[in-house]
């Protein structure tokens, strides 16, 4: 049984540029939420994702938008990209009945 | 608003020592209370979480955690601590709806393990 796998692992972007991350979730898993994790730092949320909407959000611009799909897998996008976006991005699945499980994270360099 | 403190930043134990890493929280109904250990590069492994019951709950690893109300703490400990248990730990606490609820995260506290 797989468990939370993201994509890509590493990407390197350019400021004003827009980067799209991939999670597909656990097994049995409907929900979606993705942190991010700068250096040094714990994960803050960004956003949650259940029956393909936005459920909850964190303290994240506009620029940070998402997307879910029927098979429950997700995506992040962020558009006009800050040196400050540079972090580990991380997708965590979780169900009513199971707490959130954590993918690998994908690491984002902005220069 | 919830938050999490994890007071410690580093700390240094000798491999067979034991090891207790503090936590405490800020919410205002019965928390969901979580620890997850990352490995350098990697992402977050459960080690256990706290929803209701016994206060003293056991993860994996043979790591176990006390939840004490009075104290709003949720420290982690084991016995005897393995060379392996070298990476960053974090305490995080859920918000108030079921277990698929936001988690907001305390800052870490990375562990070194001395043979």
């Known amino acids: 049984d797989a468990g939370v796998t993201q994509s890509p692992t590493h990407l390197i972007k350019t400021r004003g540029q827009q980067v799209t991350l991939r999670c597909s979730p656990k097994s049995g898993h409907d929900t979606v939420s993705w942190y991010q994790q700068a250096l040094g730092q714990g994960p803050q949320f960004i956003f949650q994702y259940y029956e393909e909407e936005e459920r909850q959000r964190g303290n994240f611009p506009d620029r940070f938008s998402g997307h879910q799909f029927p098979n429950y897998s997700s995506e992040l996008n962020v558009n006009a990209l800050l040196l400050g976006d540079s972090a580990l991005y991380l997708c965590?699945?979780?169900?009513?009945?199971?707490?959130?499980?954590f993918g690998p994270g994908t690491r984002l360099t902005v220069l | 608003a919830q938050s999490v403190t994890q007071p410690d930043i580093h700390i240094t134990v000798s491999e067979g020592a034991s090891l207790e890493l503090r936590c405490n929280y800020s919410?205002?109904?019965?928390?969901?209370l979580f620890w997850y250990v990352q490995s350098p590069g990697q992402g977050l492994q459960l080690l256990l979480k706290?929803?209701?019951?016994?206060?003293l709950v056991q993860g994996i690893k043979g790591f176990e955690a006390e939840f004490k109300r009075s104290q709003s703490s949720f420290n982690l400990r084991k016995p005897s601590v393995h060379w392996s248990d070298a990476a960053e730990y974090f305490c995080?606490?859920?918000?108030?709806?079921?277990?698929?609820?936001?988690?907001?995260f305390g800052t870490g506290t990375r562990l070194q393990v001395t043979l």
């Open positions: 995080a606490v859920g918000a108030d709806f079921g277990t698929a609820s936001k988690l907001t």
């Open positions: 919410y205002g109904a019965t928390p969901y």
């Open positions: 706290y929803f209701s019951g016994d206060t």
């Open positions: 965590a699945s979780s169900s009513t009945v199971d707490t959130q499980y």
